[in-house]
C-alpha cells in the first residue's frame, strides 16, 4: 500500500435528476445520526440523576452505532471512497510525535 | 406534585445525606426529553418515508433500520415521563 490509491467500490446507478435519489436519502440519514448524536452528547451532561443519564447514554451510543452502519452500506455501496496517505507523511508525523513523547510528564 | 417537591427542599441531616441524585426530573431535564422526542419524531417519519422511495434493497434496509431506532428511542423516553407517576426511590 505504498502509493496513493483511490481505494473504493463499484459506485450503485444513481440517476442524475433534481429529484432525491438512494444517495440523497442515505446521506440526509447519515447527517441526521450525526446531528442526534452531537445533541445527545450535550443533553447526557445535563442529565440530572442516574437512570435518566443511561437512558439518554445508551440512545447516544445506538445512535452513533447506527451512523457508522450506513457509513459501512455507504461505503459498500461505492458512494464513499476512501484515498490512503503517502507513507511519508505518515512516517514524519509518527516522527514527529515520537520526539515530542519527550514532554510527556508521567513516568 | 407540590408536596412531592417540597420533599427535596428540606435540608438534609447527617442520617438522610443522599448518596445520588434522586430520581427527580427537573425542569432542565423535560426541556430536554420534548427536545429529544421532537428529534426522534422526525427522524422516524423521515427514515420511513425515504425507505418507502428507495430504489436499492440493502439502502432501504439501512434507512429503515434507522428509522426503527429512532422510533424506540422516543418510546424509551415517553417512558421516562411515564414512571414519574412512582414515588422516586432512595438508595
Avoid at chain 1, 442515505?26 to 447526557?44: F, G, H, N, P, R
Amino acid at each position: 500500500m505504498n502509493q496513493q490509491q483511490h481505494v473504493q467500490n463499484p459506485k450503485i446507478q444513481i440517476p442524475t435528476t433534481s429529484a432525491m435519489t438512494d444517495q440523497d436519502y442515505i446521506t440526509d440519514m447519515l447527517s441526521t445520526e450525526k446531528y442526534i448524536t452531537v445533541s445527545y452528547s450535550i443533553a447526557e451532561h445535563e442529565a440530572s440523576h442516574e437512570a435518566y443519564y443511561q437512558t439518554i447514554h445508551q440512545a447516544n451510543n445506538e445512535a452513533s452505532q447506527m451512523q457508522r452502519s450506513l457509513y459501512e452500506t455507504m461505503f459498500r455501496k461505492g458512494l464513499y471512497g476512501l484515498t490512503p496517505t503517502q507513507d511519508t507523511q505518515i512516517q514524519q508525523s509518527y516522527q514527529q510525535h515520537t520526539t515530542d513523547k519527550a514532554q510527556l510528564p508521567y513516568q | 406534585m407540590d408536596q412531592q417537591q417540597q420533599q427535596f427542599q428540606q435540608q438534609p441531616t447527617a442520617q438522610t445525606t443522599m448518596q445520588e441524585a434522586p430520581a427527580v426530573i427537573t425542569g432542565k431535564d423535560l426541556n430536554y426529553i420534548n427536545d429529544m422526542m421532537a428529534w426522534n419524531l422526525t427522524a422516524a417519519k423521515k427514515a420511513h418515508a425515504f425507505a418507502q422511495s428507495c430504489q436499492d434493497q440493502d439502502i432501504k434496509q439501512a434507512i429503515d433500520q434507522a428509522g426503527q431506532m429512532h422510533q424506540r428511542h422516543y418510546e424509551q423516553f415517553l417512558q421516562l415521563l411515564q414512571s414519574q407517576n412512582q414515588p422516586p426511590t432512595y438508595q
